[in-house]
């Protein structure tokens, strides 16, 4: 939900208060879950793979420039990758 929304909502408001908690417990309810064992290591798995496919990509972004004769590409899409997923 984003601040327009809650806002929108007044959820600032004491009379809108029981509304608010139940966002907010949903908010924590999803975070829990992220946390979980199993979903945890599902996205740890997740984030290597693409990590690796990422890595190996931008090995052959460079391989291919320096065979065209030109300087690697300014940009590096494993540290980009490592950048948002932090």
Known sequence: MTAAQWKAR???DREHI???IA???QV???F???RS???H???RRIHNNVWCEVDIFQDAINNLSASNGNAEPPFN???LWQEFIE
Do not use: C, F
């Open 10 to 12: 007044q959820l600032d």
């Open 37 to 39: 064992p199993q979903i």
């Open 32 to 34: 829990k879950y992220l």
């Open 77 to 79: 899409m494993t540290w």
């Open 28 to 30: 924590i309810d999803v």
């Open 18 to 20: 029981e509304e608010a």
């Open 23 to 25: 966002v907010i417990r």
């Open 41 to 43: 290591g599902q996205l």
